[in-house]
């Protein structure tokens, strides 16, 4: 069974040979198996994205290393596709052809690639919607675009940095259930940077709340509130469960107290 | 009670229901009238003798100068040949400017070395008039075609260079990532996010790039030339033909608008979500 694994990260900025800069992440350790959907809380500049960031190649940690199944990964790479808060569409390209890229580099012909992006498309629930230029479509459209195009590159891990961030409350309640159904018909794992509790919450099976300066993890809880909307529980109804206002209430209050100890 | 579409207000907000939308047609309206106004002036100004018409001959002269040329010509080319020549050296300078500036530019965004080789030789040639270097061109290369083609194009490649460096910099740093995750290569991240994404720059550049080499063909015509619209802009100077060279420079300004025209479009056509970035 696969799993990225994220050991001993440190990360802190250089400011030139003689100066260190501020520490952003300090000693974090995490990992995601298949199957398994993290979501990292913390309030802002607690590392969360350079912490995606790490774990998909973009920028190298300072100390610790990022493995898949044991294996070092230096870089970017198909395994680990990302969904981007401003959904990084490339506006040139229709929603097909976007979904279609990932297939396109790996050599596929254009009959296929068609066809996939298609039924991947119809799985984010724009079914007929590939032709349609990328300005056209709502925010929340195009970050259905951005997410079965993550989804074509068949990743064994799918990284995203607050995709719903942008959109509004009604829009990100109906994205948080379709992540969720992508999700477990993907088989990929997950990992989510998010500032909403709710969102992490209902979609998580692990949440991990992030300190800042420097970032380090102070809070790990396994929930299954996603595996009962999938089993058929209404959204709703689980979000107004009293186990999972307690569970919100108390993952707040841990987020504060850090925003506190940073204060003092 | 008045509203905002008021029909008396050809320039209010439309309406509902309302019959024709005046505004889209407001600057061709405005300007078609400008030119006709400033037409009047001249005809005015030559026929009124305000100037002399040895130095500002009436539109009338100068039309019928116009058909004189398209039928018998000047200096042993009609104009259609003039213009013909011109359009050859302007577009094959186009050619060799944008097959160097192009590449120049992509170098100049992506590579540290690039950059430190290029952008001097590019900041260096960019404010240069083509009149400060077309004599030691001439030296370098004689007199013949290539010195005349060569001075519009090195006219033309800052402009393409510089508008292609900072297409290729728009990219953002979140569609490069994305097209990494998905295994794309160094070539395969230019090909398909930078070069796509900087298309409509390039199109600026070119647009600008048109523009400076149309400005430059009257000096690369200065020398040796014995056909275009440049060289007949100056014989006929030189003998104060004053019609024939206002023939040449409306020539000039209507292939120039032309193709400017040409490229707005194939910019919409080609490249519509750059109006939606």
């Given at each position: 069974?696969?799993?990225?694994?994220?050991?001993?990260?440190?990360?802190?900025?250089?400011?030139?040979?003689?100066?260190?800069?501020?520490?952003?992440?300090?000693?974090?350790?995490?990992?995601?198996?298949?199957?398994?959907?993290?979501?990292?809380?913390?309030?802002?500049?607690?590392?969360?994205?350079?912490?995606l960031n790490i774990a998909a190649g973009f920028i190298a940690p300072s100390a610790g290393r990022v493995t898949i199944d044991g294996v070092a990964q230096a870089g970017p790479?198909?395994?680990?596709?990302?969904?981007?808060?401003?959904?990084?569409?490339?506006?040139?390209?229709?929603?097909?052809?976007?979904?279609?890229?990932?297939?396109?580099?790996?050599?596929?012909?254009?009959?296929?690639?068609?066809?996939?992006?298609?039924?991947?498309?119809?799985?984010?629930?724009?079914?007929?919607?590939?032709?349609k230029a990328i300005w056209t479509l709502s925010g929340g459209m195009r970050q259905r675009v951005g997410i079965a195009r993550a989804l074509a590159s068949e990743p064994r891990f799918l990284l995203m940095d607050e995709p719903l961030g942008a959109l509004d409350a009604m829009t990100r309640e109906r994205m948080q259930e379709l992540l969720l159904r992508a999700w477990r018909t993907s088989r990929a794992g997950a990992l989510l940077i998010t500032h909403s509790v709710e969102e992490a919450l209902f979609v998580a099976t692990r949440v991990i709340v992030l300190a800042p300066h420097p970032g380090r993890i102070v809070e790990s809880l396994d929930v299954d509130f996603g595996a009962r909307f999938l089993d058929g529980e209404a959204a709703r109804a689980i979000k107004s469960d009293p186990a999972f206002i307690a569970i919100r209430e108390r993952l707040i209050d841990a987020i504060h107290e850090t925003e506190l100890r940073v204060a003092s | 009670m008045s509203t905002l579409g008021d029909r008396t207000n050809p320039l209010s907000l439309p309406v509902a229901g309302r019959s024709f939308d005046w505004r889209p047609w407001v600057p061709t309206i405005v300007g078609t009238l400008t030119t006709l106004v400033v037409i009047l002036f001249w005809h005015l100004a030559s026929t009124n003798a305000w100037v002399s018409p040895v130095f500002l001959p009436p539109p009338a002269k100068v039309f019928r100068s116009f058909i004189g040329l398209i039928v018998n010509g000047y200096v042993d080319s009609t104009l259609f040949q003039h213009a013909g020549t011109s359009l050859a050296r302007v577009f094959s300078a186009l050619f060799f400017a944008a097959l160097f500036a192009i590449p120049a530019g992509i170098l100049i965004a992506t590579s540290p070395v690039g950059r430190g080789v290029l952008d001097p030789l590019i900041e260096f040639l960019r404010p240069l008039p083509p009149l400060a270097y077309l004599p030691l061109v001439i030296i370098w290369f004689g007199i013949g075609e290539p010195s005349k083609v060569l001075v519009?194009?090195?006219?033309?490649?800052?402009?393409?260079?510089?508008?292609?460096?900072?297409?290729?910099?728009?990219?953002?740093?979140?569609?490069?990532?994305?097209?990494?995750?998905?295994?794309?290569?160094?070539?395969?991240?230019?090909?398909?996010?930078?070069?796509?994404?900087?298309?409509?720059?390039?199109?600026?550049?070119?647009?600008?790039?048109?523009?400076a080499g149309w400005t430059t063909l009257v000096a690369a015509e200065l020398v040796a030339?014995?056909?275009?619209?440049?060289?007949?802009?100056?014989?006929?100077?030189?003998?104060?033909?004053?019609?024939?060279?206002?023939?040449?420079?409306?020539?000039?300004?209507?292939?120039?608008?032309?193709?400017?025209?040409?490229?707005?479009?194939?910019?919409?056509v080609f490249t519509p979500w750059s109006r939606h970035r």
């Open positions: 069974m696969s799993e990225l694994r994220l050991d001993g990260i440190s990360l802190s900025y250089d400011r030139g040979r003689a100066q260190r800069g501020p520490c952003v992440l300090d000693n974090v350790t995490l990992s995601v198996g298949a199957n398994e959907f993290v979501a990292v809380l913390g309030q802002s500049g607690s590392g969360k994205t350079s912490l790479g198909a395994g680990r596709a990302v969904v981007f808060q401003d959904d990084a569409l490339f506006a040139w390209l229709n929603a097909r052809d976007n979904v279609a890229l990932p297939l396109r580099l790996r050599g596929l012909d254009v009959k296929e690639r068609r066809q996939r992006a298609d039924a991947l498309l119809a799985q984010v629930g724009l079914e007929g919607q590939g032709g | 519009i194009a090195l006219s033309m490649i800052a402009p393409i260079a510089i508008s292609t460096a900072s297409g290729v910099r728009s990219a953002s740093e979140s569609q490069i990532n994305a097209a990494r995750s998905f295994g794309a290569s160094r070539f395969q991240v230019l090909t398909n996010v930078l070069l796509p994404g900087a298309l409509p720059s390039i199109i600026t550049g070119i647009r600008i790039a048109l523009g030339a014995s056909r275009g619209l440049g060289y007949m802009i100056q014989s006929a100077a030189q003998f104060l033909v004053t019609d024939v060279v206002i023939v040449g420079i409306l020539v000039i300004a209507a292939l120039s608008i032309a193709f400017e025209t040409i490229l707005r479009l194939l910019e919409r």
